[in-house]
C-alpha cells in the first residue's frame, strides 16, 4: 500500500476544508465511510490516494430522523446493519431494510455505511484485477468479447459493468432523494439521477464530482397503503453480490395496484427501472397471471452478452415472484 496522510474530519464543513487544501496542495485524495471497499483498493494500488477523508469521525451523520414534510432522512454514515434494524424502516420501508441486510456478511455490514455501498466501485473482474479498462483509465470494455458471465444484460455500452450495491435499487424504488455536500455547497439530487449510466462518463457510475460526499439520504412519507420487498439471487448462498435482484414497492387500495416501483438489480451498469412493468399494474388487481405478464415484459429490453443469457429467464421470473410476494402482503396487511 502507498503512504497515506489519514485525516478524521469533525464535521461536513471540516471535511471539505481538509479536501480543499488537500487539493490545492496538488494532493490526490480519498474519502472513506467505513473503508471495507476503499481500504482493500488501496491495498491493491487500484486507488492510491496522497491523503484520506475518514468519514467516521463525524458525530451524528448515523442517525434516521424525522424529515421536514414527513419521511425520513437516514445519515450517510450509518451502517447497513444498524440501519437493517430500526424500526420505521423495517415497518415503513422494508425493501430498504431487506436490502441492507441482504448485503455480504455480518461483519461487513457492521462496518459499511449506507453512503459507501451505494458509491463501492464496480467488482467486474477486469477492473478489480487491474486492467485498463473504461474504469480504470482505458478505452476498452474486456468483458464485452472476454468473461461476461455477470455482467450487464440491460444498459449496457460502451461499459459492460453491473451496479453492485444492494440498497441503490431499494433508494431508487422508494424514491428517495440523496443530498450531496462540496466545495460550492449542497445539493439534492433524486434517487434515480444519481446513478449515471456509462453513456455518460463510462469512467464513473453515479453523478460525484472529484471530492464530493454523499452526505444523507432522505425517503419521501411511506404511503400508508405502499408495501415492498427486495429479493435477491446469488451464485452461493451467502458473502456475495446479486446475479439478480428486484426491489419492488406497490401501493394497494382494496387490492387494486395505484402504483408501482419495480427496479432491478445485478443486471444494469445503473439499478435498472422498469416503468413499462410499472404502468402494466397501475391500476389493476394482481394476479398470479398479471405477474407473470409483469415478469415477460421485465425481460423486453434484455441484450445478454454471449456468457450471460441465464439472467434472462431469472429476471423474468424475479420480477413475476416478487410482485406476487408484495401484492400477497399488501392483502395480508389489508384493514
Ligand atoms: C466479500 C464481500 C462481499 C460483498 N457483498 C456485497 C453484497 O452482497 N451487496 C452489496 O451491496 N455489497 C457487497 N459488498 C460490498 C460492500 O457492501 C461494500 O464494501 C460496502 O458497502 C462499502 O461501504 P463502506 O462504508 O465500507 O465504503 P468504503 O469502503 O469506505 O467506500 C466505498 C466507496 O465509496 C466511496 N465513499 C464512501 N463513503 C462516501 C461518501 N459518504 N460520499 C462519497 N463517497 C463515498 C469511497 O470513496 C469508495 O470509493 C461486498 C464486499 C465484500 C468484500
Partial sequence: MKAFTNTNPRDLAHAVTLIRDARQAGRSLAIAGGGSDLLGMMKERLVTPDVLVSLRSIKGLDQVKAAPGGGVTIGGLITLDALSKVAIIRERYAVLAEAAESVATPQIRNAATLAGNVCQRPWCWYYRNGFTCLKNGGTTCYSITGENEFHAIFGGGPSYIVHPSDTAPALVALDATFRIVGQTGDRMVP?????????????????????????????????????????????????????????????????????????????????????????????????????????????????????????????????????????????????
Fill in 191 to 335: 434517487a434515480a439521477e444519481f446513478f449515471a449510466p456509462p453513456t455518460v462518463d463510462a469512467s464513473r457510475e453515479n453523478v460525484l464530482k472529484d471530492g464530493e460526499i454523499l452526505a444523507s439520504i432522505t425517503l419521501p412519507p411511506a404511503r400508508k397503503l405502499g408495501r415492498s420487498t427486495y429479493h435477491k439471487i446469488m451464485d452461493r448462498e451467502a458473502w456475495t453480490h446479486a446475479i439478480v435482484s428486484a426491489a419492488v414497492v406497490l401501493d394497494i387500495d382494496k387490492g387494486v395496484c395505484q402504483r408501482a416501483r419495480v427496479v432491478l438489480g445485478g443486471v444494469a451498469p445503473i439499478p435498472w427501472r422498469l416503468p413499462e412493468v410499472e404502468k402494466l399494474l397501475a391500476g389493476q388487481r394482481i394476479t398470479p397471471e398479471l405477474a407473470a405478464k409483469a415478469g415477460d415484459a421485465a425481460i423486453a429490453g434484455a441484450r445478454p452478452l454471449a456468457k450471460n443469457g441465464y439472467k434472462v429467464p431469472m429476471v423474468r421470473a424475479m420480477v413475476a415472484r416478487t410482485i406476487a410476494d408484495v401484492a400477497d402482503r399488501g392483502l395480508r396487511n389489508a384493514d
